[in-house]
C-alpha cells in the first residue's frame, strides 16, 4: 500500500478535454498573465534600445571618478532599500535579515518594470522566502504596505520644506507645485483607504463584498499592532533613500561636467519621483526622463545637456539596480542551470575555438604579433586552440553529469584558450570569452563533484604512457630508417622525432608528401595510434567512479544494536534491511541506512542516533562522506519536525505526501461515517470469515499458505516486491513475526497482514497485507479492523498506516510542488493515489507531512529515476 509514487511520470498526461478551461481556469489566467509578462518584456528591450544607445554615448564623455562615486551610491541605495524593507516587517514584530530584504528589493523592483501599477502591484511577488522564514501571508503584505506608504510619505516629507524655500527664492513655478499636490492626493487617499480599512469602514466592507475570501486576511492583518518605533526608523531610512536619490542627480550632473546647485537636483528629482508613481506602466520609461528633461531646461540647462543627464541619472537609480534584479534572478537559478549552463558554455567555446582556428588570421595583428613572438610559436597557439576546441566539445557531454576531472579539463582547456587565442593572433575578442568562461566555472565548480574511477584512470594513464612510448619508438625509428622514396626526405633524427610527434598528436605535417601507399599507411597507422592512446586516456579520465561498500555483518548487528536502543520511528525496522548500506561514524552511537544509485546515496528518512545533536554530527560526517566519495546526499520521507535540522546544512525541501496515524482510542466503528467498514466486517463475518492471529515463530505450513496468497497477489495485480521503505516476502523475516490471516470456512487464507517492529513509541505498524483473487469485496478492511482489534488489545494506541504519495499538498510554494498537486489531482494515471488517500481516510487518521531533502534543483530532475532504482529489490 505504501507504493513510490515515481513509477510513473507526466508524459502520459490525458489529452485536453473541452471542459479543461472550465476546470482550470486560475491556471489558464496564469499562462495568459505570463505570456503577456514575456510579450512586454520583449517590446519593452526593443523599444528602449535607443535610450541604451544613448546612455552608452553619454558615458564615454564623463567624467570617471564621478561615475565610479554614483555606482558606489548605488550600493548604498539597494543597501537603504533592503534596510527600508526590514524595517517594514520590524513594524509588524517579524525580525528578517537583510540577506532577505535585499533579494526582496531587487526582485520586486526587477518585476515591477513588466507589470502594470510597476512598484505598487511588484509588492505581492516573491514572496515566498519570507514565508519558508516562519512571516504569515497578511504580515508580509501588512509590511509590504507599510514600505509603500511610508516610500510616498518621506517623499512629501523631504519635498514640502524645500518646495516652499525655492518658491520664497522664486526658483519655481506653478509646474512644480502642481506635481507636489499630485503626490499629496496620492498619499491622502492611500492614508483614507487605510485608516477606513483599519476602522472596518467603507474601504473595509468594499474589498470583503467583492472579494469574500479577503476577509479572514484583513481580520488577520488587524490583529497585529504596529511597533511606532520601527514606523520611525522605516521613514527615517526611506528619507535617506531620496537623499541617494537626489544626490545621484548631483553626481550626474558633475559627471557630465556641469556645477550644478544642489536645489536643482532635489527639485528635479522630486518632480521626477511623482512622474514615476503616477505612471502605471515600465517604472515611469519615458515619463520620468522627459520631466526631468524639462525641469532642467526650466533652470537653464540645453535640452541635450538636459536630456543626458536624465539618461546619467536613470543608469544610476534604474539601470543597475535593474540588472541587480536581474542577477539576483540568475543566482537564485544558478543551483538549476548552473551545471547545464558551463557545459553550453564549454560546447560554445570549443566551437569558437574550432572556428577561430580554421579561420584566417587578421593581418595587421599579425604583423604587431611577429615583432613579439616567433612564427612557430604563433603556428603551435593555432593548433592548441583547434585542439582545445575539439576536446571541449567531447568534454561538454561529460560536464553535465557532474564530473569532477571534466570540470578540471574544461578549466584547463579555458585557462589555455585564453592564451592561446591572444598568441595565435591578438584575438582578444576570443579570450575574453574564454576569460569569462574559467571565471563561470571558477563559480560553478562546487556543482561538479562526481570523482572519475581511480583505478580505470591509472590503467588508462599507464596505458596511454606505454602506448605514446611504444608509437614514438616506432614512429622515430621507421621515420629515420624510411628509404628516402617514400617522402623525398632523408629524416635526420630530429625530424623523426618532429614528425612522429605531430602525427600522434594528429597535427599533421606539410612539409610530408607522401609517394606510396607504403608512406600513406605509416602515416595512417601512428595517427590511429595516437587517437586511440588519447581516446582511450580521455575516457578513463572522465569515467565515472562507482563507489562500492561491502556489507560487513558486524556493522549489521551494530546497526540493530542501535535500533534497539534508539529507534523512534516506525521506518527503523526497514534501516537494517538487507537491501541498505550502513554508515557508523567513528566514536558516535549513530548510524545510517542508505543505498546508492548512480551519483545518489538515498537515505530513508534520518539518521538513527542517541539524541538530536548526535543526528546533526552525524548528517555532517555523512555528508563529507558523501562528498569524499563523489555522492549527492537524498533524505527519503524526513518529518515536517525535522527540517530544521537539514536546513542548517542549507539543504531544500520538497514535500511528497502524508502519513496516516490513527489514534485506536479514538478510532470506533460506531456511527454513519463508518458504515462503509461495518457493512464490509458484518459481510465477510456472515459469510464464513474469520480471522486467526499467528505468533512467532510461525509455522512452516502457515508460511507457505501465505507465500501462495502473496504470489497470486502480485501476479494478479501485475506488481513487483519493492523495498527501501517497505519489506518483500522473506521466509525467515516472517517466521519470526505476528501474522493476522482472514480464512474462509474450509480453512483457506484468502488475506493476511503481518505486523512488524515500530519504534516510535506506544506505535505499531504493518508491512505486507495482501488478498487471494478470489477474496470478497471489503476483506481488506476486515483485515485492517481485526489488526486494530489485536493492537488494541495488546496495549497500543497507534496505528501507522503509511504514506499517501503526493497527497495533502494545501498551499505549494515551489513548481515541483505545484506540478504534485496538479497531477494528483488532475491526471488519470495517478489516480490510484487518490484512491489510496480515500481509502486511509475511511480508518479517521492524523495527516503528517513528509518531505524529500536535497541539495539543488538540479538534482530534482534526476530524483525520479534515482528512487525508482532503489526500491527495486
Known amino acids: 500500500m505504501d507504493k513510490l509514487f ?19 481556469w486560475k491556471i489558464v489566467i496564469q499562462f495568459i498573465f505570463v505570456f503577456l509578462l514575456v510579450a512586454v518584456a520583449s517590446w519593452f528591450f526593443k523599444h528602449e534600445t535607443l535610450e541604451l544607445t544613448q546612455v552608452v554615448q553619454v558615458l564615454s564623455k564623463t567624467i570617471i571618478k564621478y561615475i565610479i562615486l554614483g555606482i558606489i551610491l548605488v550600493g548604498v541605495y539597494i543597501y537603504l532599500q533592503g534596510l ?7 513594524s509588524v514584530n517579524e525580525t528578517l535579515p537583510l540577506k532577505l530584504t535585499i533579494p526582496l528589493f531587487l526582485k520586486r523592483n526587477f518585476i515591477s518594470v513588466f507589470i502594470p501599477a510597476g512598484g505598487v502591484s511588484s509588492l505581492a511577488f516573491f514572496s515566498d522566502k519570507i514565508e519558508s522564514a516562519g512571516v504569515k501571508k497578511s504580515k508580509i503584505y501588512y509590511a509590504s504596505s507599510i514600505y509603500g506608504f511610508t516610500g510616498i510619505l518621506s517623499v512629501v516629507i523631504v519635498a514640502i520644506p524645500i518646495f516652499l524655500y525655492a518658491f520664497l527664492n522664486g526658483k519655481i513655478d506653478k509646474g512644480e507645485w502642481i506635481s507636489l499636490l499630485i503626490l499629496f492626493i496620492i498619499l491622502l487617499i492611500m492614508a483614507i483607504t487605510f485608516r477606513s480599512i483599519l476602522s472596518k469602514g467603507k474601504a473595509y466592507h468594499l474589498l470583503v463584498k467583492f472579494f469574500p475570501k479577503s476577509e479572514v486576511f484583513l481580520n488577520d492583518i488587524l490583529s497585529h499592532n504596529i511597533d511606532t518605533k520601527q514606523l520611525l526608523k522605516t521613514i527615517i531610512t526611506s528619507i535617506l533613500i531620496d537623499v541617494s536619490g537626489f544626490m545621484h542627480l548631483y553626481i550626474a550632473m558633475y559627471a557630465l561636467g556641469f556645477h550644478p546647485t544642489l536645489l536643482t537636483a532635489v527639485i528635479s528629482y522630486f518632480t521626477a519621483v511623482v512622474a514615476l508613481i503616477v505612471s502605471p506602466f515600465m517604472r515611469g520609461m519615458g515619463a520620468v526622463e522627459v520631466s526631468m528633461a524639462f525641469i532642467l531646461t526650466r533652470f537653464g540647462y540645453a535640452s541635450v545637456d538636459a536630456i543626458a543627464i536624465a539618461f546619467l541619472y536613470r543608469f544610476f537609480e534604474f539601470w543597475l539596480p535593474f540588472v541587480s534584479g536581474l542577477i539576483t534572478f540568475l543566482l537564485k537559478i544558478n543551483k538549476l542551470l548552473f551545471r547545464i549552463v558551463p557545459s553550453l558554455l564549454i560546447f560554445a567555446l570549443g566551437i569558437i575555438n574550432i572556428i577561430s582556428a580554421l579561420t584566417p588570421a587578421m593581418a595587421t595583428r599579425l604583423i604587431h604579433l611577429k615583432d613579439i613572438i616567433p612564427l612557430s610559436a604563433i603556428t603551435a597557439s593555432n593548433y592548441f586552440v583547434l585542439i582545445a576546441g575539439a576536446l571541449m566539445v567531447l568534454t561538454a557531454s561529460f560536464m553535465i553529469k557532474g564530473l569532477k576531472s571534466a570540470w578540471w579539463i574544461a578549466f584547463t582547456l579555458s585557462s589555455i584558450s585564453v592564451i592561446a587565442h591572444l598568441t595565435k593572433a591578438i584575438d582578444y575578442e576570443e579570450a575574453l570569452v574564454a576569460l569569462s568562461v574559467v571565471i563561470i566555472l571558477l563559480y560553478s565548480r562546487k556543482e561538479y563533484y562526481i570523482k572519475s574511477d581511480a583505478r580505470l584512470s591509472f590503467i588508462g594513464i599507464s596505458t596511454s604512457i606505454i602506448t605514446i612510448c611504444c608509437v614514438i619508438i616506432y614512429g622515430i625509428t621507421g621515420f629515420y630508417y624510411l628509404d628516402k622514396s617514400h617522402f623525398n626526405i632523408d629524416f635526420s633524427l630530429t625530424q623523426s622525432i618532429k614528425y612522429t610527434l605531430q602525427n600522434f598528436f594528429l597535427a599533421g605535417s606539410s612539409e610530408l608528401v607522401t609517394n606510396d601507399q607504403f608512406a600513406k599507411d605509416f602515416l595512417l597507422s601512428i595517427n590511429v595510434s595516437g587517437f586511440l592512446s588519447l581516446s582511450f586516456l580521455f ?12 556489507k560487513e555483518i558486524n556493522t549489521i548487528l551494530r546497526a540493530k544494536e542501535l535500533v534497539t536502543k534508539y529507534g523512534n520511528s516506525s521506518l527503523d525496522y526497514f534501516k537494517t534491511y538487507n537491501d541498505k548500506l550502513i554508515y557508523i561514524p567513528e566514536n558516535m552511537e549513530a548510524f545510517i541506512a542508505y543505498r546508492i544509485t548512480g551519483s545518489f546515496a538515498v537515505v530513508l528518512e534520518n539518521p538513527v542516533s542517541r539524541n538530536k545533536e548526535e543526528m546533526i554530527q552525524c548528517i555532517s560526517s555523512f555528508e563529507t562522506f558523501c562528498s569524499e566519495n563523489g555522492l549527492k546526499s537524498l533524505y527519503y520521507r524526513v518529518s515536517e519536525d ?11 525541501s520538497l514535500f511528497i505526501g502524508q502519513e496516516a496515524i490513527c489514534d485506536l482510542e479514538t478510532f470506533k466503528l460506531e456511527g454513519s461515517a463508518q458504515k462503509t467498514l461495518r457493512n464490509s466486517v458484518n459481510k465477510a463475518i456472515s459469510r464464513g470469515y474469520r480471522s486467526t492471529v499467528h505468533f512467532p515463530p510461525v509455522k512452516d505450513g502457515i508460511l507457505q499458505k501465505l507465500k501462495a496468497v502473496s504470489d497470486e497477489w502480485l501476479n494478479e495485480s501485475d506488481r513487483k516486491e519493492i523495498v527501501f521503505s517497505q519489506g518483500v516476502f522473506q521466509w525467515e523475516e516472517l517466521k519470526q513475526q505476528t501474522i493476522i490471516t482472514v480464512e474462509n470456512a474450509e480453512e483457506k487464507i484468502v488475506g493476511f497482514v503481518n505486523i512488524i517492529p515500530d519504534y516510535s513509541p506506544n506505535e505499531a505498524t504493518f508491512d505486507l497485507i495482501r488478498k487471494t483473487k478470489d477474496a470478497p469485496n471489503g476483506v481488506m478492511d476486515f483485515i485492517i479492523i481485526e489488526l486494530f482489534k489485536h493492537l488494541k488489545g495488546a496495549g497500543y494506541r497507534y496505528v501507522n498506516l503509511g504514506l499517501a504519495p503526493m497527497s495533502g499538498v494545501q498551499n505549494p510554494k515551489k513548481i515541483a510542488e ?9 491526471i488519470k494515471a495517478f489516480a490510484q493515489y487518490r484512491g489510496l488517500r480515500e481509502y486511509k481516510d475511511k480508518f479517521m ?26 526500491i527495486k529489490p
Open 84 to 90: 527600508m524593507y526590514k524595517y517594514s516587517f520590524a
Open 642 to 652: 525535522d527540517l530544521p535540522i537539514y536546513q542548517k546544512f542549507r539543504k531544500k
Open 6 to 24: 515515481i513509477n510513473h511520470t507526466l508524459s502520459n498526461l490525458p489529452r485536453w478535454r473541452s471542459s479543461f478551461i472550465k476546470e482550470n
Open 539 to 550: 575516457y578513463t579520465i572522465l569515467k565515472p567512479y562507482v563507489f562500492k561498500q561491502k
Open 818 to 826: 505545484e506540478t504534485i498537486k496538479f497531477a494528483y489531482n488532475k
Open 845 to 870: 487518521p492524523v495527516w503528517h507531512n513528509k518531505y524529500l531533502i536535497y541539495d539543488h534543483d538540479f538534482d530534482l530532475l534526476q530524483v525520479p529515476s534515482s528512487l525508482n532504482k532503489v
